[in-house]
């Protein structure tokens, strides 16, 4: 029998961890283009912190700010809608929202959500504004909508924005 050191020992559970990693590696260019890159070790360096500008869609982003949000039956010339919070099942639902600021294509929607969860509805418009604008995104469901609560929520470009409204249809 051999005698060892504990260096000794350590040392060859080293070597010997370090030859089954490599035997283990995976070739880099591999034939299967729909497998998954691992997520543990990174293929490329992540990529330097950005300079200069934003893009100009996010720059028109951050410069929208959604002031009210309104739920309503009819809208009036000016887009305004008066707030409702009783609808009957055959009833339009207006979802009315103002906002302030430069947009140039800024995707602007808005979600109905029924009380369990499902979502009734969802639509969305493109802003073009140099100030304040009215956008009015209007749900109709010619099967007339179930009774119960609702929530309408409004998103700019994909992010919530403004306040949650909730209505009741009856």
């Known amino acids: 029998m051999i ?10 559970a080293a070597l010997l961890g370090s030859v ?7 070739k880099e260019e591999s034939t299967d283009n729909n497998a998954a890159p691992a997520a543990t070790t990174p293929a490329e360096p992540a990529p330097a912190p950005m300079t200069g500008a934003p893009p100009p869609m996010a720059e028109a982003a951050a410069a929208v700010n959604v002031s009210s949000v309104t739920v309503g039956k009819t809208a009036v010339a000016d887009k305004s809608v008066a707030p409702a919070a009783l609808f009957a099942p055959k009833d339009d639902v207006i979802v009315s929202v103002r906002s302030d600021g430069a947009a140039s294509n800024v995707s602007i929607g808005a ?7 499902q979502v009734a509805g969802e639509q969305s418009d493109t802003l073009n504004a140099s100030g304040a604008e009215t956008t009015n995104i209007t749900f109709k ?19 919530a924005a403004g306040t949650p409204q909730e209505f009741e249809v009856k």
């Open 3 to 12: 005698k060892t050191s504990p260096l000794q020992t350590a040392l060859i």
């Open 20 to 26: 089954a990693l490599v035997g283990c590696k995976k």
């Open 111 to 117: 979600k109905l959500t029924f009380q369990d969860g």
């Open 141 to 159: 469901n010619a099967n007339g909508w179930p009774a119960g609560k609702y929530r309408a929520e409004v998103m700019v470009d994909g992010k």
